[in-house]
């Protein structure tokens, strides 16, 4: 099956500064999604980006479909993006989301 | 609202019981799910289903059953014969993307716990 493998594992910002987590996959996806998973494990959806570029606020993210991989840019980062943020995929001919392991990031004041 | 809620937030059961969590949407999607989320791990797929009284298993379906009777619920059965059912599990739904991809959404989710 399709592999999707997130980097850094672990990232400590402070606040105020910026950042760029990774999401690599093994396969041609028809759908990839971004998650943030809150303290109470809430999962928010962040975007729906099987290719191309979005914004929101804050957080955009890009993914190069012909390359396999996805970044999602966090700037000016506040102590509540603390969380695990988490790529997700679907192979072409599948139903199933495929999680990568998270990226955990924590926001210091 | 819409959304999709799961009840209870905490359960607590003892080994050899089973138990049932419950998922409830109202948002008109098709497509249901069941994942399992164990400490420092992604999200693990245990069932799905993608219309009403048809589901399919997922990753890891051992020792979970589900139904799918009506197109707003998608319970699912932890029972005695699943060996480590600790764990926090998640509902989602999801809507047809007109591109021919699925947006998933979650639920606030269940933690069981056995002891």
């Known amino acids: 099956g399709i592999q999707v493998e997130q980097s850094p594992p672990d990232l400590i910002l402070q606040e105020g500064a910026n950042s760029t987590l990774r999401c690599n996959f093994s396969?041609?996806?028809?759908?990839l999604q971004w998650f943030h998973q809150n303290p109470w494990g809430q999962l928010i959806n962040l975007f729906y980006?099987?290719?191309g570029t979005k914004q929101n606020g804050r957080l955009s993210a890009t993914t190069v479909a012909t390359e396999r991989y996805s970044l999602l840019y966090i700037s000016s980062s506040q102590t509540t993006d603390s969380g695990v943020y988490f790529c997700a995929v679907i192979q072409g001919g599948s139903e199933k989301l495929v999680f990568g392991k998270g990226t955990k990031l924590t926001v210091n004041p | 609202d819409g959304g999709i809620t799961q009840s209870p937030k905490y359960l607590f059961r003892k080994e050899g019981q089973n138990v049932t969590l419950s998922c409830e949407q109202n948002l008109n999607h098709d497509a249901m799910y069941w994942y399992r989320q164990d400490p420092g791990q992604g999200l693990r797929l245990i069932y799905y289903?993608?219309?009403?009284?048809?589901?399919q298993k997922g990753d890891i379906a051992e020792g979970y059953s589900v139904s799918r009777e009506k197109k707003e619920s998608f319970p699912l059965t932890v029972t005695s014969a699943q060996k480590n059912p600790t764990a926090f599990y998640l509902c989602?739904?999801?809507?047809?993307?007109?591109?021919?991809?699925?947006?998933?959404?979650f639920g606030p989710g269940t933690r069981l716990t056995v002891t």
């Open positions: 989602a739904s999801s809507i047809l993307i007109g591109t021919g991809g699925h947006e998933q959404y």
């Open positions: 396969d041609s996806v028809n759908n």
């Open positions: 289903s993608q219309i009403v009284n048809d589901f």
């Open positions: 980006i099987p290719s």
